[in-house]
């Protein structure tokens, strides 16, 4: 909420002056899926339906029409 009064304890654990760096905290909100852009989370979930899909297509393939296992006709490294 605007307004609200925020304390953070930093610990010095690593020292950043002998190669000139910093230290920064950045403070944000986040949506439901966790980041603060709700279409991020979004894209994850249709990425993974996407695959979900594609797997039970594969499957399905697989138990209806199973290749056999080193079949010739699928190895063409060596054609005599």
Same mark, same amino acid.
């Given at each position: &909420?605007? $307004?609200?009064?925020?304390?953070?304890?930093?610990?010095?654990?690593?020292?950043?002056?002998?190669?000139? $760096? =910093?230290? %920064?905290?950045?403070?944000? =909100? =986040?949506?439901?899926?966790? $980041?603060? %852009?709700?279409?991020?989370g979004l894209s994850f979930i249709g990425v993974g339906a996407?695959?979900?899909?594609? $797997?039970?297509?594969f499957a399905v393939k697989h138990i209806v029409k199973p290749?056999?296992?080193? @079949?010739? &006709?699928?190895? &063409?490294?060596? @054609? @005599?």
């Open positions: &909420k605007a $307004g609200t009064t925020l304390s953070f304890d930093i610990n010095a654990n690593w020292d950043v002056k002998s190669f000139k $760096g =910093t230290k %920064n905290l950045v403070v944000t =909100t =986040t949506s439901a899926f966790g $980041g603060a %852009n709700p279409n991020f996407f695959c979900l899909i594609a $797997g039970i297509f290749r056999k296992l080193a @079949e010739r &006709k699928y190895l &063409k490294y060596k @054609e @005599e």
